[in-house]
Nanobody, 123 residues
């Protein structure tokens, strides 16, 4: 079993930045790929970005150029740097992990989930 704990959410004005962190309780094959999803009120959960152990990244098209995902394998931690935030980025951001190195944007492909952290962007 792997526990994922997110931190770094909060409130920011449009155009601002936030960095989210997700610490995994341990590094196993179950954390070969780690990623972020988000869910805004009244909307379905959507894929944000993912990164595997080799550092290969995958982004949702709408996040490219504004969000950067990275990981520190020594700390079992993945980060999401979010720049140029917009009010429509307001959502609960949740960290997820899965085994395997091939990328998937499907939530069903991820076996482990954190509790989520709220990001609120005001105009």
């Amino acid at each position: 079993q792997v526990q994922l704990v997110e931190s770094g959410g909060g409130s920011v004005q449009a155009g601002g930045s936030l960095r989210l962190s997700c610490a995994a309780s341990r590094r196993t094959f179950s954390t070969n790929t780690m990623g972020w999803f988000r869910q805004a009120p009244g909307k379905e959960r959507e894929f944000v970005a993912a990164i595997n152990d080799y550092g290969n990244t995958n982004y949702a098209d709408s996040m490219k150029g504004r969000f950067t995902i990275s990981r520190d394998n020594a700390k079992n931690t993945v980060y999401l740097q979010m720049n140029s935030l917009k009010p429509e980025d307001t959502a609960v951001y949740t960290c997820a992990a899965r085994d395997g190195y091939t990328h998937s944007r499907l939530a069903a492909a991820f076996a482990y989930w954190g509790q989520g952290t709220q990001v609120t962007v005001s105009s």
